[in-house]
């Protein structure tokens, strides 16, 4: 099986973003930046079916700045074979990210593709539903089992209630949750050996996708702020603030 | 204007969410509600009888049983044209459906709103809700996911007209193999009043009774950090957060909870905040309306017998 494992460079998960003065999106400049971490799990779910035998080639797609190199670098690092960088500068909409991976599947052909469920940056949580749509291909969203089994894969899903687990054909897109796996950290030699392996970089215009924004985004603000409150010594008086709330809440 | 709402649903109830999303949805225009299944008359009658619905539109079909988007997805570009808008809670199965629905029908879909500024405007939060996006959308149809917790639920006691909706051609792709529920009757999670949320430094499954103690005491739903999920000492149907379930309400006490920015992401909307937490440094205690700095092994039991003591019973 042939896995296409689509990955986004953004702002660290660890760094806690400002709005920018003039509300036009948040402070991207000397941020550290990273892999989304759901698309971690993605490439982690895929080289492990690599290492099991079920899959044979992964092919790494990312979409983004030049800078979007390093997070193909660290997915080859941790095993995938070959990247494809399809350059585009500044914010694209999930709609145009998912018709340029539609362009990219029909091209490379794979059996399944993996993505993270959501970008921790604007936390969409739409690219795999929307390429699946697409493709025609089944989905199987917020995955924390991947299992092959025959033709097919067999999916935990966590949801609502708890977790599902689904049996879907092949060809179909996997979105991973971080229950998934534990992503590997690829040692040095890893590195090293990720910068021989094939990065092709494609322009966005030779793929005749088209990007226009549909959305317009007015302003960004920060969220109210809460203001701190007090600490207070016992549990007497924790109790008391307990009873307070619960003595609102009744005469609402 | 008309608006259509898929209407979640898990083993003949109604979510308790569906509500909440048929007040916003109002503020739209007239309220279908499309239910989608086998063995759904209980869900149609709740759906009824929630003030507001117009029409509940029943789609009786076992493949679409387990609501999944490949089934969903064509029942609802066949009615789609019926209205402006499109809508369902940004909970599992809107989340599925929703996105793969846009790019059928070449729209851009607005989710997990918390505002609806306009027919075209809405709010939403990006960056694990540090910072909210208002956007307009010239779109002729508009498809959203709603975040349940950020509206009140509209008021019981309609009956609105049902009426079936034609599902003969509709196949699932999926097959299901199985089904893990967390059993209990707390509240629902998503929508309770007061909610009591453990994290890691409970340290076992056992321990983690204290929280769920506690929130019995209270009658309030149990919530979980994903450290807690991942350590397996709760279920993942309990985690609040960025990647876990959203929440608001009136009173949310955090045991042992660091307050890492994922987890704030779930919390935002809460009215009052109690920390209990051994470092006076932690954000939550931070952020608490009222913080208790302590070992909560020694506070959550004195806690407990402190409100029996007082009489609390919810
Ligand atoms: C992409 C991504 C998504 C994430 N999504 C979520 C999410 O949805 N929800 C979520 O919760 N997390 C999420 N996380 C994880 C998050 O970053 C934190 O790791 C997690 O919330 C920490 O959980 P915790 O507070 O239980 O543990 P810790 O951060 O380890 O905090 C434990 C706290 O317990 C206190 N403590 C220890 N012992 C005691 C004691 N005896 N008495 C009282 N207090 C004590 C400590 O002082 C500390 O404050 C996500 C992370 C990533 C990278």
Redesign the pocket.
């Known amino acids: 099986m042939k896995i296409l494992v689509a990955v986004k460079r953004v702002v660290d998960?660890?760094v806690r973003v400002r709005v920018r003065p003039d509300r036009s999106g948040v402070e991207t400049d000397n941020v550290r930046m990273s892999m989304?971490?759901?698309d971690k799990h993605a490439v982690e779910a895929a080289v492990a079916l690599n290492e099991a035998g079920r899959a044979d080639e992964i092919v790494i797609v990312s979409i983004g700045p030049k800078q979007a190199n390093d997070v193909i670098l660290t997915a080859l690092a941790m095993g995938a074979h070959r990247g494809i960088l399809i350059e585009a500068e500044g914010r694209l909409e999930t709609l145009a990210v998912a018709k340029l991976l539609k362009a990219a599947a029909d091209e490379e052909r794979p059996d399944l593709v993996l993505l993270g469920k959501q970008a921790?940056d604007d936390d969409s949580n739409h690219v795999g539903q929307m390429l699946a749509g697409l493709l025609d291909w089944p989905q199987a969203t917020f995955a924390s089992g991947i299992k092959v089994v025959g033709n097919g894969l067999e999916v935990t899903r966590e949801v609502e209630f708890g977790r599902t687990t689904i049996a879907i054909p092949l060809p179909a897109v996997v979105t991973a949750d971080?229950r998934l796996n534990m992503p590997r950290n690829a040692g040095l030699p890893m590195v090293m050996r990720a910068r021989q392996k094939p990065l092709t970089v494609r322009s966005i215009a030779e793929f005749g996708v088209d990007i226009a924004p549909r959305l317009e985004i007015e302003r960004v603000s920060p969220p109210p702020e809460r203001e701190g409150g007090r600490i207070v010594t016992g549990v007497s008086e924790l109790a008391a603030a307990i009873t307070a709330e619960l003595s609102q809440l009744e005469t609402l | 204007m008309a608006v259509l709402v898929l209407a979640e649903h898990d083993l003949g109830t109604l979510s308790a969410s569906t509500a909440r999303i048929v007040a916003a949805a109002a503020e739209l225009g007239a309220v279908d509600v499309l239910v989608a299944g086998e063995g759904v008359d209980q869900v149609t009658i709740a759906a009824a009888a929630i003030a507001g619905v117009a029409h509940v539109r029943v789609a009786q079909s076992a493949e679409l049983n387990g609501l999944s988007a490949e089934a969903l997805t064509p029942l609802l570009e066949h009615l789609a044209p019926d209205y402006t808008h499109v809508i369902a809670a940004a909970a599992s199965v809107g989340r599925d459906v929703i996105p793969r629905l846009a790019a059928k029908l070449d729209l851009m879909p607005v989710t997990d709103v918390i505002a609806i500024l306009g027919p075209n405007r809405f709010e939403r939060p990006i960056y694990?809700g540090n910072a909210i996006e208002t956007v307009t959308s010239n779109q002729p149809r508009h498809l959203l996911t709603i975040r349940a917790s950020a509206f009140r639920p509209a008021a019981q006691g309609n009956a609105a007209l049902i009426e079936p909706v034609d599902a003969s051609g509709v196949v699932a792709v999926a097959r299901f193999v199985a089904a893990h529920r967390t059993e209990g009757d707390l509240p629902d999670l998503s929508t309770a009043q007061i909610v009591v949320g453990?994290?890691?430094?409970l340290g076992s499954a056992e321990k983690f009774a204290l929280v769920e103690q506690l929130a019995g005491k209270l009658g309030a739903a149990v919530g979980?950090?994903?450290?807690?999920?991942d350590a397996g000492y709760a279920p993942n149907d309990w985690?609040?957060?960025?990647?876990?379930k959203i929440i608001a309400p009136d009173l949310y006490i955090a045991?042992?909870?660091?307050?890492?920015?994922?987890?704030l992401?779930?919390i935002q909307g809460a009215k009052k905040i109690i920390a209990?937490?051994?470092?006076p440094e932690?954000p939550?205690?931070k952020l608490a309306d009222y913080a208790l700095v302590?070992?909560?092994?020694e506070?959550v039991p004195a806690l407990i017998a402190e409100l029996e003591r007082l009489g609390v019973k919810r």
Do not use: C, E, K, W
């Open positions: 998960h660890a989304n971490p759901f921790v971080l | 694990a453990g994290g890691v430094s979980a950090t994903r450290a807690a999920v985690q609040v957060g960025q990647t876990g045991v042992g909870i660091s307050g890492a920015l994922q987890h992401a779930g209990i937490n051994s470092d932690a939550l205690v302590g070992d909560l092994f506070i």
